[in-house]
């Protein structure tokens, strides 16, 4: 039996990593999901002590399975994106 909370996890890609480009709102560095059937954004909240201030390019996040804020969790795993074309 398939539970919300799974479904939940599956449609924001908890444990998916994701190429965005983040911006400062609300005390926090937010992203646009790049999932269109996300039903919530990204809050990078976790790692960013690797970085010196918001970045112009994008940076690569891992989901988090934690809500905050009406957010998904995302860390930080590079300040640059491995991949060549982001989401």
Not at 33 to 45: K, M, N, Q, T, Y
Not at 51 to 61: F, S, Y
């Amino acid at each position: 039996m398939t539970t919300i909370r799974d479904e939940l996890a599956i449609a924001v890609g908890v444990g998916d990593r994701f190429c965005v480009e983040v911006a400062q709102r609300e005390g926090m560095l937010v992203a646009a999901h790049p999932r269109e059937g996300s039903p919530l954004d990204i809050a990078v909240v976790e790692g960013i002590d690797q970085l010196e201030a918001v970045p112009a390019t994008p940076v690569e996040v891992e989901i988090e399975p934690r809500i905050v804020e009406d957010y998904v969790v995302g860390r930080l795993v590079a300040a640059a994106c491995s991949t060549a074309d982001p989401p």
